[in-house]
């Protein structure tokens, strides 16, 4: 059995509003034969007349007057699933979004995400999915909503990113640490013993390759798999831990920071996401409170990012 023309469905709810060809086909800015040959398909279709002529004028036949309120409903209905969504309940919201982030942002920052995200939709759900690699295709599949990461190249050339803050590496030791009394130079640094995250397992990473370029060389005496861990261990013991900045505040507290004595690079910390949510309303309000909650503490509000700021990953 072929499918029916649903466009069939428009001239027919235009028809029974009017009762009238030449109006009809006005109001579907069509000319009145083309709107003819429609209610000649519409006749062929349903087996049934629809509108006969009585005098000088058509009048509905009695499936014609039974169809009339169900095609009307039906036609509102096409046209609102249609129609770009407007607004947003978020009283009413109710709905699991899947975060994937490392252990360090999610103690960061989860806690006033959380705070923020209950506040204005108590039917919304944040789950935090582990992060051992880069791969976008938790991202592509639906497994994950939303990312918290740098940008590399093993990220999907169709995801759309949006900054959420810079950061730089900062070296971090326990109260009471040799390094926490006086100048701390680049061969200072280096004598230490240090503890390395890498989610990778590497042996060496940029802060190795600035040491390097000044003939020194730093003793990694643990690898870890997160900033978290690498805190941990700092704290208790006298291992030099170098972590970003803004990424672990709230894991630093009563420990020593200090500024690396050498040219550390900068990383670029973004929210990620697949283009099929970028006009999802829901998700844009909670990209806006994740963008607020990462923001200077001054701002305020969950005011959903622009679509324009968003940028392809190349």
């Known amino acids: 059995m072929s499918k029916p023309d649903l466009n069939l469905l428009i001239a027919l709810d235009a028809l029974l509003a009017e009762n009238n060809v030449a109006r009809a086909a006005k109001r579907l800015r069509l000319s009145p034969s083309a709107m003819s040959r429609t209610l000649a398909r519409l006749r062929e279709t349903t087996g049934d007349p629809l509108l006969v ?3 000088r004028s058509l009048t509905p036949t009695p499936r014609a007057l039974a169809l009339r309120e169900q095609v009307g ?3 509102e209905e096409a046209e609102a699933a249609l129609r770009p969504a407007q607004t ?3 009283a009413q919201l109710a709905r699991t979004f899947v975060l994937r982030a490392n252990e360090g942002f ?3 920052f989860g806690p006033a995400l959380l705070a ?7 039917g919304v759900r ?3 999915a582990p992060k051992p690699d ?5 991202l592509r599949d639906g497994s994950v909503d939303l990312e918290i990461g740098v940008v590399g190249k093993a990220t999907g050339p169709e995801v759309r990113a949006r900054a959420l803050f810079r950061d730089r590496f900062i070296g971090v030791v326990r109260d009471g640490h040799p390094l926490a009394q006086g100048e701390i130079t680049p061969a200072r640094y280096a004598a230490g013993r240090h503890v390395l995250a890498s989610r990778r397992g590497l042996e060496r990473g940029p802060i190795d390759d600035a040491l390097a370029a000044l003939e020194l060389e730093r003793d990694i005496a643990a690898t870890v798999a997160g900033f978290s861990s690498a805190l941990a261990l700092a704290r208790e013991s006298d291992l030099i831990a170098s972590v970003p900045e803004r990424g672990t505040g709230k894991l630093r507290a009563g420990m020593f920071n200090f500024a690396l004595p050498l040219a550390a690079p900068e990383i670029t910390v973004s929210m990620l996401w697949h283009p099929r949510l970028d006009a999802d309303l829901a998700h844009r309000w909670l990209r806006g409170c994740l963008l607020a909650v990462c923001e ?4 305020t509000g969950c005011t959903p990012p622009s679509r324009l700021a968003a940028s392809r990953c190349r």
């Open 296 to 299: 200077p503490p001054a701002q």
């Open 116 to 122: 923020r995200v209950g506040a204005q939709a108590p």
């Open 73 to 75: 409903r039906l036609v």
């Open 106 to 108: 999610v103690e960061n």
């Open 88 to 90: 947003l309940d978020l």
């Open 53 to 55: 002529r009585a005098g």
């Open 134 to 138: 880069k791969d976008s295709g938790p």
């Open 126 to 128: 944040l789950r935090f």
